[in-house]
């Protein structure tokens, strides 16, 4: 169990983040806020990077920085921003991760063919990664983040650059690991953590405004969202009265999903959604 | 973290700049010995003749062989010195084309010639010497004073060397004229090109991570931020390895082909070892093959330093170029310090006790006569003081990284 007891992260007279307190227990949690919140902040402390103003991070009740690199031999971290040799393959690269993580030579060589197939890069572990495409790159910073079986991956935009074929496999691998491990991704991809994520992670104002499930987190909006036809005369008032989530374009007007407190004529209820509650809840930071 | 090493290794190996630098080190090194034109008549000569036969093949010889001073007993032939019935016979237009009797001149004249350059050395006077080194760098007060302290510890070498090392003589095919070329020209190429190829990968290999926006995943690994004293390891692997390659295909190459067995076994404060003013008397009784073997060891604890000064001004600033620079920047300024001290003190003899000063001054490791210092134990406090200083950067630069929170900069 991965507790964050507490935890602030300053930066000089700068706070990213503030008494943030969470207990993470094998699943697949999802990191939602809009850039800025400080979710790579607190990914980075969770993966030793950074560390902690205030407040400690405890794994099986044990401070992380105490346990040092027998913590770290547990986590597997694709950063947001994934570096790697241009002159290397992805053979190679990931031999050396995973000579970092002192997996052993035997266990390399049964690993990696097989993280490999995982993310479809297995015929081409030869070539030179400078040859890549930025969605291959995705992949082998995947693969390299499963390395060792980790009991805590923490993955950050895991999906950037990646077609839709590639996430819904990557939605696959994840559930497939999440059964014994703790998962953490961050995502502005609302669709890609909803239907598989077991707790929803949302920053706002450098403090967690929620931690639950799917459903709880949408019961806030619960008979707040509508939608409705709105033809194309009318949309700019409308727009500027209240907040619409999406919209479509129809003939003559605007199939249009909106927030709001007061009923509107002609607005049918739906189920809100996660995406709703995320634009919701950061409206301000998305109009900024 | 041997397999880490290993990989760090790899890294640094699979470099095409690394190679460059080194084939340009070992063409220069070639150019040098090819250009050097007294040693390589000197080679066709000697490869006329064989061991043991003693050949006097040095150009200085023809010189010398015009003095008159003979210190033995000169070899006669009937009444007449060998060298008299020599001179007669050119002197009536005949050439004397017996071998036996060349050769007993030639053997005769390098004799004379050698008793004369040991009584020359041993009518030296050890404090005319330090006041000519005095005067010679504008010295007064308490930097003189400094120098004439040592005057005591150099009558004493100098008397022993008079007395056990300057006597002896080797085959003449090597040291005048090579001393400067070899332990000066030479080593101080390897060395500073060796020093060179050390700070450019150690920075490198230091600041791999960053400027491969890979320090997020490799840190974040069991190892973590260990992994700098792997890169460090790698580094003194990488760096010694250069030098010893170099030295021993530059240095070595050199006595292979321009020294003779003969040469090994003889000491370097023999009278022989002359070149023009510069008195290369070492402060212990080192015979050539000894003295090579001190130049490579003190030249493998400067790269040693040197990698340990690079890593740690690395962990720093994470940027290859900017920490070559900087460690270069270093080197130099601990060079030109001195020519800011006033010539009347003692800071100014002290401010050569740098990495610098043992980089440029190889002819002069461990001599008697090596300018601003004739300290015995200069060189291994110079080491000993550049060690505890780059030991407290490098502690400091070590915690520093440590304790760092690492954030990719963009």
Sequence with gaps: MLTIDHVTKSYGSFTALEDIQLTLSPGVYGLLAPNGAGKTTLMQMIVTLTRPTVGEILWDGVPIEALGSEYRARVGYLPQQFGFYKQYNPEQFLHYIGTLKGISKAQLREQIPTLLEEVALFDVRKKKMKQFSGGMIQRVGIAQALLGQPDILVLDEPTAGLDPKERARFRSILTKLARNRIVLISTHIVSDIESIANEIIMIQNKRIRYAHTVPHICQSLQGQVFEMFVPDDRYLSFASEHLIVSERQQTGGMDIRFITTHPVQGAQEVPPQLEDVFLFEYRDEVER | MRRIVGQEVKKVLSLRIFYIFFIIALLWNGLFLWNNDYVRSDVKRFLQVNEPQVVWTNEMMKERQKMNQQASEPLRKGEMTLVE??????????????EKFLKLLTEEVYWDH???????????????????????YGLTGNAAATLRQHIPALEMRFSKLIAQEAPTHYAPNALFSQHDALFGKLM??????????????????????????????VYSSTVGR?????????????????????????????????????LWTSYVSSSWNVEGPNLFMTWYPFTFIQYVSVQWGIGLSIIVLVVCLTWAISLYWHQTYIATAAVIAILFLLFIVPAFISKSSSLLIYATYTLSTLIVGTAHWLMMWKGYTLDPHFEWKTLLLSAIMIGIISFYAWRHFKRKDWQEVE
């Design chain 2, 85 to 98: 019935v020599y001179r007669q016979a050119l002197n009536k237009g005949n050439v004397i084309e017996d």
């Design chain 2, 114 to 136: 050698f008793i004369a350059l040991h009584e020359q050395r041993a009518a030296l006077q050890v404090d005319e010497k330090v006041e000519q080194i005095v005067r010679m």
């Design chain 2, 188 to 217: 101080r190429a390897v060395l500073m090109e060796s020093v060179l190829i050390t700070i450019l990968i150690t920075a490198l290999l230091t600041s791999y991570e960053r400027e491969h926006r890979t320090a997020s995943v």
């Design chain 2, 226 to 262: 260990k992994v700098q004293i792997a890169k460090w390891l790698s580094s003194l692997f990488v760096a010694s390895s250069t030098y010893v390659g170099l030295f021993l295909l530059s240095i070595g190459s050199y006595i292979a082909l321009y020294t003779t067995p003969s």
